[in-house]
C-alpha cells in the first residue's frame, strides 16, 4: 500500500513557474513508477509527465514538454514536478500516481494521492 499527498500547487501569473512536490509513504516508494496527470474543470484526466523507479526514463505530454520536469529522490519517498512558463491552460486540479508501469495511461497507476490545485492567471 502506497498513500500520495501531494503539495505546492497555487495561484500563479502566466509565465511564473511552481514546484510541486508529491511524498509517499511505504518503503517501496522506489519500486514505483510515478506520473503527474491533471483535471481541468469539465475535462477528463489527462496525462502530464512520468518517470521510472530509477528517474532514468521520463514521459512527456507534448502540452508541457521543454516547460514542466518531473524528478523523484528515492531517499526522500518523493516526486516533483517543475512548472515554468505557465500558461492559462495548464490551470487544472494536479494529482500524483505510483504504478508498477511507465505508462501514459491513467488506469495503469495503483495509487494516488488527493490532487492540488494550481491556478494560472492570465
Known amino acids: 500500500q502506497v498513500q500520495l499527498v501531494e503539495s505546492g500547487g497555487g495561484l500563479v501569473q502566466a509565465g511564473g513557474s511552481l514546484r510541486l512536490s508529491c511524498v509517499a509513504s511505504?518503503?517501496?516508494?522506489?519500486?514505483?513508477?510515478m506520473g503527474w496527470f491533471r483535471q481541468a474543470p469539465g475535462k477528463e484526466r489527462e496525462f502530464v509527465a512520468a518517470?521510472?523507479?530509477?528517474?532514468?526514463?521520463?514521459y512527456y505530454s507534448d502540452s508541457v514538454k521543454g516547460r514542466f520536469t518531473i524528478s523523484r529522490d528515492n531517499a526522500k519517498n518523493t516526486v516533483y514536478m517543475q512548472m515554468n512558463s505557465l500558461k492559462p491552460e495548464d490551470t487544472a486540479i494536479y494529482y500524483c500516481?505510483?504504478?508498477?508501469?511507465?505508462?501514459?495511461?491513467?488506469?495503469?497507476?495503483?495509487?494516488w494521492g488527493q490532487g492540488t490545485q494550481v491556478t494560472v492567471s492570465s
Open positions: 518517470l521510472s523507479w530509477s528517474g532514468g526514463n521520463t
Open positions: 511505504g518503503r517501496t516508494f522506489s519500486r514505483y513508477a
Open positions: 500516481a505510483a504504478g508498477m508501469e511507465l505508462v501514459v495511461t491513467s488506469r495503469s497507476y495503483s495509487y
